[in-house]
């Protein structure tokens, strides 16, 4: 059965750190790409990170150099893994609601919420001081 569970969201102060982490199994661990997501209060839902299963990656422009996405299969399990996406130098404007998600097949552009099929439910991410 296919699933998508994020955890690891929370309250940090500016620059601070938080690693995020997306358990998926079932057919989801056969997709070709999986990407985080986040949506802020008011505003419209933006594509944070992506990577595809040959490891290469997107970012959105103001996470470059802070967050880092990759994904790890779990030893021994063919349909299980995990998505992470680790935030460092944090600030108030990455407070949203964080998701993750998963597509198949191929696209040119990961950095689109349209292109996905799957979706957690999402975590809660907040940056104040």
């Known amino acids: 059965q296919e699933r998508l569970g994020e955890s690891g969201g929370g309250s940090v102060q500016p620059g601070g750190s938080l690693n995020l982490a997306c358990a998926y199994s079932?057919?989801?661990?056969?997709?070709?790409?999986m990407g985080w997501f986040r949506q802020a209060p008011g505003k419209e839902r933006e594509a944070v990170a992506a990577?595809?299963?040959?490891?290469?990656?997107?970012?959105?422009?103001?996470v470059k150099g802070r967050f880092i996405i990759s994904r790890q299969k779990t030893e021994g399990k063919r349909d299980e893994g995990t998505l992470w996406l680790q935030m460092g130098s944090l600030e108030p404007d990455d407070t949203a609601v964080y998701y993750c998600a998963a597509g198949r097949g191929w696209v040119r552009r990961l950095l689109v919420a349209d292109n996905y099929h799957y979706w957690g439910q999402g975590t809660q991410v907040s940056v104040s001081s």
């Open positions: 990577i595809r299963t040959d490891g290469t990656t997107q970012y959105l422009e103001s």
């Open positions: 079932g057919y989801i661990a056969t997709e070709n790409y």
